[in-house]
């Protein structure tokens, strides 16, 4: 079945490191990937997505490729900052009625 | 718009409780969707409700019961509350276009958390 495998966490980083939260995928057919934030206290909601091969998802400073030859979809974010720390969820869609397969989550914390 | 509500925002029952946690989106949204969040375990589906009428298991449906009230609201019904369902519930719904929604971004309430004891 189909299935998304995130890093180990947490993560604690220092204000203006690189993130990098790695994230790959098992799937039949070729789903679309999301990465979805989840702030402290607050649902889920969306950062970025990518429909197709080699698309690139970006938002509020966050990057990720999709990589069918890899079966990967990681997150990247040249610097961040306090204001991101939050639990980050990779998930995927493969088009059985909108249904998503989420990874476990991972927990970032940005110290000043 | 609102988007996606959920009520209540915390509960406490006592095994073999039961309760309803109600659901509603103002985004004419065709797909609902009701998951459990769980220490180390992500999102877990319970129910999907694809369009109003219609509602089918995901997951982890046992100990659960759905209903599509209309087109906004899905609640989720726990007949007989145990332990093991204290969790953190969350409600999603999205549009399911013509693309059959392989694309669609699911929109989230703020949460339901729930104890059992």
């Known amino acids: 079945g189909d299935s998304v495998t995130q890093m180990e966490g947490p993560v604690t980083l220092s204000e203006e490191a690189f993130l990098t939260i790695n994230c790959t995928y098992t799937?039949?057919?070729?789903?679309?990937l999301f990465w979805y934030v989840q702030y402290p206290g607050e649902g889920l909601q969306l950062l970025l997505k990518a429909t197709k091969a080699d698309d690139k998802g970006s938002n509020k400073g966050f990057e990720a490729t999709y990589r069918k030859e890899t079966t990967s979809f990681h997150l990247e974010k040249g610097s961040v900052q306090v204001s991101d720390s939050a639990v980050y969820f990779c998930?995927?869609?493969?088009?059985?009625?909108?249904?998503?397969?989420f990874g476990k989550g991972i927990t970032l914390s940005v110290r000043p | 718009n609102a988007g996606v509500t959920q009520t209540p925002k915390f509960q406490v029952l006592k095994t073999g409780q039961s309760m309803t946690l109600q659901c509603a989106q103002d985004?004419?949204?065709?797909?609902m969707y009701w998951y459990r969040q769980d220490p180390g375990m992500g999102l877990r589906l319970i129910y999907y409700?694809?369009?109003?009428?219609?509602?089918d298991k995901g997951e982890v449906p046992n100990g659960y019961n759905v209903s599509r009230l209309n087109k906004r609201e899905f609640s989720l019904r726990l007949e007989s509350a145990a332990p093991s369902q204290t969790s953190v519930y969350f409600c999603?719904?999205?549009?399911?276009?013509?693309?059959?929604?392989?694309?669609?971004?699911?929109?989230f309430g703020p949460g339901t958390r729930l104890t059992v004891l």
């Open positions: 409700s694809a369009s109003e009428g219609t509602t």
């Open positions: 998930a995927l869609n493969t088009g059985a009625n909108s249904k998503l397969t």
């Open positions: 999603a719904s999205s549009a399911l276009g013509l693309s059959g929604g392989i694309t669609d971004t699911q929109y």
């Open positions: 985004m004419n949204h065709n797909s």
């Open positions: 799937a039949t057919g070729y789903p679309s």
